[in-house]
């Protein structure tokens, strides 16, 4: 039975599969026009179009028991990208103490967005989850600064009307 190693350009290659694990991860999208393959024993890298499964609409056929497959999902993972602009935005402006957070939520919300890009959805969606916790703790900052400034604000009031 053929074995085939596959990758993206530039990336590094997954493999040995089987022609049927192939034909699952097309069935399921998770083979692009991108991908190259190679067969096992062979020295050339060749377009993954070149198979016939990519053309084919073929049923979907269970990976191979043993093999490292990992179910392909089709679903989008969420980045948080706005979320964290937003944050970042509202701490430019008037919160400064929760600008560090902001950043670092940002920057995981750009990572997951370019791991997305790049198809490593396992990538994009751990870099969602750690963006979605740091626009948490942005907010949180941001509510208490904002408790902080009421309750400086209701001082201020109590004190100017004491003093009348």
Known sequence: ??????????????GPLSLDALKVMACNGGLT?????????????????ELVIIHAATPVIPPVPGSNLQPVTSE???????????????????FY???????????????????????????????GRVAKVWCIVTGVTIG???LVLLALFFLVFVSAVSSM
């Open 76 to 94: 989008r993972p969420t980045t948080y990208l706005v979320p964290s602009i937003v944050l970042l935005a509202l701490s430019l402006m008037i």
């Open 33 to 49: 026009a991108q991908h190259l393959y190679c067969e096992n024993g062979a020295t050339e890298w060749r377009p993954i179009t």
């Open 1 to 14: 039975m053929k074995q085939y190693y596959i990758t993206l350009p530039g990336g590094s290659p997954s």
């Open 144 to 146: 208490l600064q904002i």
């Open 97 to 127: 103490f929760s600008i560090i957070f902001a950043v670092v939520a940002v920057v995981y919300a750009g990572l997951a967005e370019s791991a997305y890009s790049d198809n490593r959805l396992q990538e994009s969606a751990h870099n």
